[in-house]
């Protein structure tokens, strides 16, 4: 009786035992090899990862089979997961890693519930864990990648830098809670869709994702209709429960603070970093963000930024010589891909420094033809001009998209260079009721160049033409000084170079804000109804470009109301829950001639 109670106690034990080494010994995939270009691949790419909280992470690894040492590996941790994948680690083994592709927990193999952004400052942290006890490993390990691929770089030094991790290369990267699904406070619609993309299959939802006439659909069906913002999936018909989970924190509360570092948890990210990003790229916000936050909390910061005229896509790879409408210079055109390599050759093999860093901060002239090389943000520029709106006409004409709300005259008002009128201002009134038009697609703007400027229902502001050419380095800034009949209220502000043949220059993509959020993104502070205040902008993407001789700046100005962002009807509520009724009395801005535009200049 003993021998069968003990036998029918350990048969239990030794299944259990097995099946956990065959669940180890599956997660470990035995390498095969593939021929390609003359080169012998050795692949696993069904390797899972386990997590400190028992999650499953899917990783690919590519090795050359001539690789007899131990040597550095770079990783590629993505949410975008595409049976296409293993060519980026065959790359990483042409330029002489080991190439090693892991994807967000729930994606590829992974079995876990797919959640994008919150895992990933442990899940990142564990694969560089385990990339360092393989056997091919020498410990040093770089992280590259764009967009979402640059967020989980700063989430995997979160709570401290692994000490094989040696730099990370993140590239025009998001920033959750700061740049993305919001930029300064509002809400941008292409996000909508986007869950739906990474998150309804293991790998990409691409035929939802790419129906461009439902998304477009949609966005005009919830503007036209007037519902409240978080009801736009009721609106689809598709149940979308990450985009309604992010309306629940529209200030930069825990939810977001815990998913990449926060204030002094920058201070301990002591490795080199590299960043790119581009003029035109919406993730510059991020990127800004990083690279302010990183450099006050770490005055000692390796951090190193190369931007240019570049995009999105652009600025993480080969940027195209002919963007929106503009050839960008010669010298511009550079391969970012190849840049990122060289880096990972000076950090990780002890190489030179690629030569286009030759300081912190590099950045690309536009017009100029020529990269300038500066320590800090700060020292691009050694002036800065200010103006003020002024509510007087400056008889400068030019031609518009729409109605420019003035009477049916395209003229702009003057851009002063000392306050006249104290007490002027201009009056723009939003009636949210009417549906007709909107103030200006301030998120479906694509033109660089462009012969009529728009500005829907709000202001064009002039200088006087430049005696001559000066740069115009850095990031605009100054205070805006209005009232409003209501609590709050979302604007934008672009600046425009004005040539002299009457062309419009877009000289980096517009400024947007909700005042409540500008003086703390953590804390809403609603504005007091008709009483005079003054708002400072956020974070505003930076550009460089020669202004020639005879040019002028163009500053717009308007409220925002159209069917590409979040609509704020200034009740007080949750803008998320606000409705077409919320808006039954129209929207007045009073823009005072004390508002003021900084921007620097190089002399």
Known sequence: MKKRIM????????????????????????????????TTYLIQDSILIQTRE??????????DSTMTMPGPALLFHTIYSRKSDLQKAKIAVEHGYVGVISYTRGKGLSQDSIIPFKK??????????????????????????????????????????????????PSVSVAPGIAEPMENGVYQNFHFPWHHYVSNDRYLDTMLYSNAKRWQSLNMKWYMEGVAYNKMDSLDGLPNPQFKERLLHPTYDSYWQGMMPYKEEFSHIDIPILATTGYYDGGQTGTRYYLNEHTTYNKDAAHYLVIGPYTHFGAQGKPKAHILGYDIDPVAQIDITNLIFEWFDYVLKGMEKPPLLKDKI?????????????????????????????????????????????????????????????DGYLEQTID?????????????????????????????????????DFELNGSFGGEMSVSINKKDFDYSVALYEQTPDGKFFALTLPYVGRASYVLNREQRQLLKPNVKTTIPFGIVRMTSKKISKGSRLVVVINGIKEPFTEINYGSGKPVSEESISDGKNPLVITWYSSSHIKIPVKK
Request: one cysteine or more.
């Open 120 to 169: 990933e400052a442990t899940d990142t942290y564990d694969v560089i864990e385990w990339i360092s006890k393989q056997e091919w490993s020498n410990q040093k390990v770089g992280m590259y990648g764009g967009s979402y691929l640059g967020f989980a770089q700063w989430a995997s030094v979160k709570h401290k830098v692994h000490p094989a991790l040696k730099t990370i290369v």
């Open 54 to 63: 028992g999650a499953k992470i899917h990783a690919m690894v590519v090795r």
């Open 7 to 38: 036998i029918s106690f350990i048969v239990p034990i030794t299944i259990f035992c097995f099946l956990i080494y065959y669940n180890q010994k599956d997660s470990i995939q035995s390498p095969y090899t593939v021929i390609e270009n003359n």
């Open 432 to 468: 949210f009721s009417d549906r007709r038009n909107f103030t200006w697609n301030s998120s479906g703007w694509g033109s660089i160049i462009a012969e009529h400027l728009t500005i829907g229902q709000g202001f064009s502001f002039v200088t006087e033409p430049f005696p001559s």
């Open 362 to 422: 590099n950045y690309e002239v536009m017009g100029a033809n020529k990269w300038e090389h500066v320590p800090s943000l700060e020292q691009m520029a050694n002036d800065t001009l200010t103006y003020y709106l002024s509510n007087r006409r400056s008889g400068v004409g030019f031609r518009s998209t729409y109605d420019s709300g003035n009477n049916g005259e395209n003229i702009h008002f003057t851009l002063d260079e000392r306050l006249s009128n104290p």
